[in-house]
């Protein structure tokens, strides 16, 4: 594993359209529900958002084990 490569890995992160497919809601639903509760665009958070973030936090938690392991070999076979 290269530099790029490690750092493309560590700079992954997860985005509104992803959060907002998993709950089956549009972009903009997200967004709405993450402004202030004051503001008059603000809507309620789509039912099941718990289930979904923890999901979403699982793959994240994966992803990354995966890379530190990945950079964790390609370190040792190089000798490093």
Known sequence: MNFKDATDGLFDRID????????????ASIRQARLTPTAKAYREAPKN??????R????????????????RKSGASSGR
């Open 16 to 27: 509104h359209a992803e959060l907002a497919e998993a709950l089956g809601v549009s972009v």
């Open 49 to 54: 958002w718990e289930s979904a973030a923890i």
């Open 56 to 71: 979403l936090a699982e793959k994240q938690v994966w992803h990354y084990r995966r890379l530190i392991e990945q950079i």
